[in-house]
């Protein structure tokens, strides 16, 4: 896999590199390929075994950032903001996705 493959990274969903967490037995097919900022933790990454949990969390981070956001605007209503402000509460929604969940598996957060 090169950098410029259109894989999404295992943990976060955005744009992998060629680094993979690895195979978990002999019959997988799949690396689980990850992006770069998700390869800066690839040891806490490789201790997660339900991403299913460490996702929900982080929709709690997610909440709270886009909320941050649209207070910032001063808008809540979706019609009243421009293309780009609404370009960017989505930026802000997939970027701290990414960014909450890194921050969870770097804690090892049990839950
Ligand atoms: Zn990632």
Redesign the pocket.
């Known amino acids: 896999m090169s950098e410029h493959d259109p894989t999404a ?6 744009h ?1 590199i060629g680094v993979g967490i690895g195979f978990t037995h002999s019959r997988d097919t799949n690396p689980k390929w ?6 800066l933790i690839i040891e806490d990454v490789r201790r997660v075994r339900n991403f299913d949990a460490y996702e929900i969390k982080t929709l709690d981070h997610v909440d709270e950032k886009a909320g941050e956001y649209v207070g910032e605007l001063g808008k809540t209503d979706m019609a009243s903001m421009s293309e780009l402000e609404r370009r960017m509460l989505w930026k802000t929604v997939v970027q701290e996705f ?1 960014n909450g ?2 921050s969870l598996i770097r804690e090892g957060a049990p839950f």
Do not use: F, M, N, P
């Open positions: 990274c295992h943990v976060c969903h955005r992998a990850i992006c770069h900022e998700c390869a990414g969940l890194r």
